[in-house]
């Protein structure tokens, strides 16, 4: 069972920043696609940014594309998202995806595997 921490989530204002980390607690992350996935009040959770194992291809929603970006840490079994320039549409709960063993890309949430338990991401106006 692969535990997924994600930490980073507060509040800030539209257009500052915030990065925000995912800590795998399984060796297993090195072999793993990884993705943030975000659910605003009653919405469906959608698809945010993926990457896969080798750090080669990522993906973004057109929605937070040139303003998030994804990398990962190998050796620290850590995945990062960056994002600049928030807007109150990026408010949500932010989760860390993890499908094990898989040299593809997170973008739906029927791909998923592991989820974190999420972390709050607030943008006031």
């Known amino acids: 069972q692969v535990q997924l921490v994600e930490s980073g989530g507060g509040l800030v204002q539209a257009g500052g920043s915030l990065r925000l980390s995912c800590a795998a607690s399984?060796?297993?992350?090195?072999?793993?696609?990884m993705g943030w996935f975000r659910q605003a009040p009653g919405k469906e959770r959608e698809f945010v940014a993926t990457?896969?194992?080798?750090?080669?291809?990522?993906n973004y929603a057109d929605s937070v594309k040139g303003r998030f970006t994804i990398w990962r840490d190998n050796a620290k079994n850590t995945v990062i998202l960056q994002m600049n320039s928030l807007k109150p549409e990026d408010t949500a709960v932010y989760y860390c995806?993890?499908?094990?063993?898989?040299?593809?890309?997170?973008?739906?949430?029927?791909?998923?595997?592991?989820w974190g338990k999420g972390t709050l991401v607030t943008v006031s106006s």
């Open positions: 995806a993890a499908r094990l063993n898989n040299d593809g890309l997170l973008v739906s949430p029927t791909l998923v595997q592991y």
């Open positions: 399984d060796h297993t992350f090195r072999r793993s696609a």
């Open positions: 990457i896969d194992r080798s750090s080669s291809t990522t």
